[in-house]
């Protein structure tokens, strides 16, 4: 009898577990078909790992060029080198052999290498490079640049070799940019080297030991020893947007090697708003225009455009705004808006908050107004017009009692 009850128990508990698998491969299906896919239904992009490089003349030049399928269905990508500098040799390959295409799955990225050879005769300077990438049926069209920049060799002995992996970086006029160098002893003995640099009027450029705080000027270096330094330059907040270059300069007796940094600026956006008298607050009459002038500042470097003007008001108020619109404000340039408040015929007596923002391109500004509506100076004098009646007639009243 227990070896029956036994078999009877494992034979429900079995079929239990069937049951409950089998109950919850529809709520697991049912859980993956609300996670919605978010992704395009075709899209690619093209990139080179390492943008900018820096090797000295006549090394080659390897860099993973990197191929995303970002869409829901598999892409065949050719790849194709659009442009390249004169004197090199160029292909895109793998380990072992040039291709032209390459398959990725959807949701997936392949790699592959580009590959550049100079020619002996090649000068030290800056080489620009552009490969083309489409999909098969030519609907996806995709690009990206590489840029080379060769150096001269720098001598086995009596000379310093100074490097750096990203000699140009970009960003707004109030980010702090930091640059790494990478210092070598070649003079063939241990000596100090000094650090100097050059940047615009009123920017800061300082020297520091890598994930340090403190500043330095210089740095003793053994021979052959090499050791890396970061040159922090914090641009004038009122730069312009254009490209700034920054020579630095490493000397130690008569060696010396030079580094050209550039720092390429973006501008930063920003609107101030202020009244001319600075006072927030203005008094009128309902169904009666107050006025009160704005002033507008570009305090940014970057020119902000389509400058416009909004109203948050009481109902059946009316906000108007001369210019309705600035077209453009230059950095550091102010532009005066007449502010027109009308409040409703209905309004009552009292103080209302009426807000006004004022938009642009990647900055915006707002002032709260406070706005007393007062009564009209006609009603004044209709009531001390009344007033006067009054004791006029109470005057009379008292003269006729007064005669009986």
Not at 131 to 154: M, N, P, S, W, Y
Request: aromatic share 8%.
């Amino acid at each position: 009898m227990r070896i029956e009850s036994a078999k009877a128990i494992f034979g429900l508990s079995v079929i239990l577990i069937l049951c409950l698998g089998t109950s919850l491969v529809p709520l697991g299906l049912a859980q993956e078909e609300k996670e919605e896919d978010t992704r395009p239904e075709r899209g690619i992009s093209v990139a080179f790992e390492y943008p900018e490089v820096i090797i000295p003349k006549g090394d080659d030049v390897s860099v993973d060029l990197i191929i995303k399928n970002k869409g829901k269905r598999d892409e065949n990508v050719y790849l194709r080198i659009a442009s390249a500098s004169p004197g090199w040799e160029t292909k895109i390959k793998t380990y072992s052999f040039a291709v032209t295409s390459v398959h990725v799955p959807e949701g997936e990225d392949k790699r592959v290498t580009f590959f550049a050879r100079p020619e002996k005769d090649t000068k030290p300077g800056t080489y620009e490079f552009q490969v083309d990438a489409r999909t098969e049926d030519g609907e996806l069209k995709v690009f990206h640049g590489l840029t080379i920049t060769v150096q001269e060799k720098e001598k086995e002995k009596g000379e310093i070799e100074l490097t750096t992996s990203y000699p140009v970086l970009k960003g707004p006029s109030d980010a702090r940019f930091e640059f790494s160098l990478n210092v070598t002893n070649k003079t063939g003995r241990e000596d100090t080297f000094n650090l100097a640099a050059r940047g615009p009027k009123e920017w800061q450029i300082n020297f520091k030991p890598p994930y340090e705080d403190k500043y330095i000027s210089s740095l003793t270096l053994k021979d052959d020893e090499g050791r890396g330094v970061n040159v922090q330059v914090t641009p004038d907040r009122l730069s312009k947007a254009g490209e700034y270059l920054i020579p630095v300069t490493i000397t130690a007796g008569r060696a010396r090697a030079e580094a050209e940094l550039k720092v390429i600026i973006t501008g930063t956006y920003k609107l101030e708003a202020v009244t001319t008298t600075e006072l927030l607050s203005l008094e009128t009459e309902k169904g009666r225009p107050g006025n009160i002038s704005v002033y507008v500042k570009n305090a940014g470097s970057a020119t902000i455009h389509d400058i416009e003007f909004l109203s948050i008001k009481p109902e059946n108020w009316k906000v108007d705004f001369k210019p309705e619109k600035i077209a453009s404000l230059e950095p550091g340039s102010i532009e005066q808006v007449e502010v027109s408040i009308t409040p409703a015929e209905e309004a009552l007596v009292g103080d209302y908050a009426v807000g006004v923002s004022i938009s642009g391109e990647k900055s915006s500004d707002e002032l709260e107004l406070r706005v007393t509506v007062k009564t009209s100076a006609a009603w004044g004098w209709i009531g001390i017009g009344i007033i006067v009646l009054v004791i006029i007639g109470l005057f009379g009243l008292f003269v006729s009692l007064g005669r009986r």
